[in-house]
Nanobody, 128 residues
Framework: QLQLVESGGDSVQPGGSLRLSCAAS????????IAWFRQAPGKEREGVSC????????NYADSVKGRFTISRDNLKDTVYLEMNNLKPEDTGVYYC?????????????????????WGQGTQVTVSS
């Protein structure tokens, strides 16, 4: 069975750092683009970052560019999101997602409709 399991969320102060992990199983991991989304309280889910199957291309939301770094280890079937200089507006539940198509372009990789499997989410709270 296909599974995506996020971990690493925590409560931190502004300016702090966290590293999220997304462990995948049940599909050919290195065929698929993986993305991170987040949902803040009272807001819609938004795309944060994505990484292609071979890690040759990435994309980031403008709000996190320069602060977050996405990476993947295809030998471990795991995607990471390194988050630095965290801000209160980064607070939310972070989800990883698997692209529905093996050939999804990064042009579409922050769009929810392009993904067909989601993890349970991990909570990130940034507050003083």
């Amino acid at each position: 069975q296909l599974q995506l399991v996020e971990s690493g969320g925590d409560s931190v102060q502004p300016g702090g750092s966290l590293r999220l992990s997304c462990a995948a199983s049940g599909f050919t991991f290195d065929y698929y683009l993986i993305a991170w989304f987040r949902q803040a309280p009272g807001k819609e889910r938004e795309g944060v970052s994505c990484i292609s199957s071979g890690a040759d291309s990435t994309n980031y939301a403008d709000s996190v560019k320069g602060r977050f770094t996405i990476s993947r280890d295809n030998l471990k079937d795991t995607v990471y999101l390194e988050m630095n200089n965290l801000k209160p507006e980064d607070t939310g539940v972070y989800y990883c997602a698997k692209a529905a198509s093996w050939n999804l372009s990064k042009d579409w990789c922050l769009t929810q409709s392009q993904f067909n499997a989601w993890g349970q989410g991990t909570q990130v709270t940034v507050s003083s």
